[in-house]
């Protein structure tokens, strides 16, 4: 069965960012995945594009043909994707039925907000291609300095919820950047954990002081059905996506095997197929084990202490460099009775 992530969010909250540095730490991990690029205005592709739409469908053909604006023509390309889901499927196909497979979205929030081609193209990756979704939505962290754009952030989750009705996680993006828009309110797990948002009455109050009433019944509303929640991402940092991953693995219930421990390794009669197919047996018991990660530290990491941390981690670094280069020095050094420098080759040694 293939698994995958739609990765949705406003323009610019980092969704295509996201796909790059998730290829990354996958390939790192010899984890599979591949990306699809569904954004046909998407021109910089930061990562390899295993699909692209612009193959089917550009932004440029839409304008051109049709004398529609750029946002008019991306809703137009997206129900072109829909109309000729044979040729995405048939692509996704190709990839085979143990892929992890990236959607890369256009930022219009509409496609995932109240537009039907999206979701219908979901619900056929889904029903035709067999595929496991997990909704992951990214909103730039810097909504959170502000209590009405937290209430439109919060508003803006809860809709795509419903509209796509995925396994759905929500994500504040770009937290390392966080503390250069000045002192939170109030701490970051307030915003994570969507906590007593009447808190944030005064705030509203004094911005919308009209709209007091109807400030107050969109938090009740929200606190109601308490649906809405946060992760946290910085992308470059390493703990930050192993934390994401792990939560979406549970959402989606992947559960990434290893070959070198897969019973084929061990047992000469297990099926050798079998153990390239991480996700065989493992459907619904999902990523076992506890959640480590605690957003207090995250607020340490990239708010309270960040350049401390920050000094740290260069530290940490240098010392890694220092070690590394010693140990190729090492490995050079004359070996005893041969006549001159021999360059060991790293992979083979
Ligand atoms: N500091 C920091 N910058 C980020 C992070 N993620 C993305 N960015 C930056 O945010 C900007 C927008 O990122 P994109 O990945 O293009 O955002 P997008 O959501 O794909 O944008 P659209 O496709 O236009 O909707 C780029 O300059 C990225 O480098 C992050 O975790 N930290
Ligand atoms: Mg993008």
Redesign the pocket.
């Known amino acids: 069965m293939p698994f995958g992530e739609i990765v949705c969010?406003?323009?610019?909250?980092?969704?295509?960012?996201?796909c790059y540095g998730k290829h990354q730490l996958f390939s790192a991990l010899n984890r599979p995945i591949s990306i699809v690029n569904l954004?046909p205005a998407?021109d910089n592709i930061p990562y390899p594009c295993a699909i692209d739409i612009a193959e089917l469908i550009t932004l440029h053909d839409v304008v051109d043909e049709h004398g529609l604006g750029p946002n008019g023509g991306l809703l137009y390309a997206m129900e072109y994707l829909d109309a000729n889901f044979d040729w995405l499927q048939d692509r996704l196909d190709a990839l085979g039925k143990d892929a992890y497979v990236l959607f890369?979205l256009?930022?219009q929030v509409e496609l995932s907000t109240n537009h039907d081609s999206l979701k219908n193209v979901v619900q056929k990756l889904a029903k035709r291609s067999g595929f496991r979704l997990v909704a992951v939505h990214?909103c730039d962290a810097h909504y959170v300095t502000d209590a009405s754009k937290y209430i439109s952030v919060l508003l803006l989750s809860l809709r795509t919820m419903l509209h796509l009705e995925l396994p759905h996680i929500n994500v504040l993006?770009?937290i390392?950047?966080l503390a250069k828009y000045g002192e939170l309110d109030f701490n970051l797990d307030f915003y994570t954990e969507v906590q007593d948002l009447s808190y944030l009455e005064n705030a509203l109050s004094a911005s919308t002081p009209r709209f007091a009433a109807l400030n107050m019944a969109m938090i009740s509303l929200i606190e109601d059905f308490s649906l809405v929640g946060f992760e946290t991402?910085?992308?470059?940092d390493k703990s930050s996506m192993l934390h994401l991953t792990h939560t979406i693995d549970r959402a989606s219930g992947y559960v990434f095997v290893p070959r070198a421990t897969s019973a084929s390794a061990t047992d000469p009669t297990a099926d050798a197929s079998e153990a390239t197919r991480p996700n065989a047996y493992a459907l619904f018991s999902s990523a076992a084990g506890p959640m480590k990660h605690d957003v207090r530290d995250v607020q340490e990491r990239w708010i309270d202490a960040r350049e401390a941390w920050d000094a740290f981690e260069k530290k940490e670094w240098r010392a890694e460099g220092e070690a590394a280069r010693a140990s190729v020095g090492r490995i050079r050094e004359r070996r005893p009775g041969e006549g001159g420098d021999v360059d060991v080759d790293m992979e083979k040694s």
Do not use: F, I, R
Request: no cysteine; glycine share 16%; proline share 8%.
């Open positions: 969010g406003s323009p610019g909250s980092g969704k295509s960012t996201y954004d998407n890369d256009p930022g990214l993006s770009k390392d950047l991402l910085a992308v470059e």
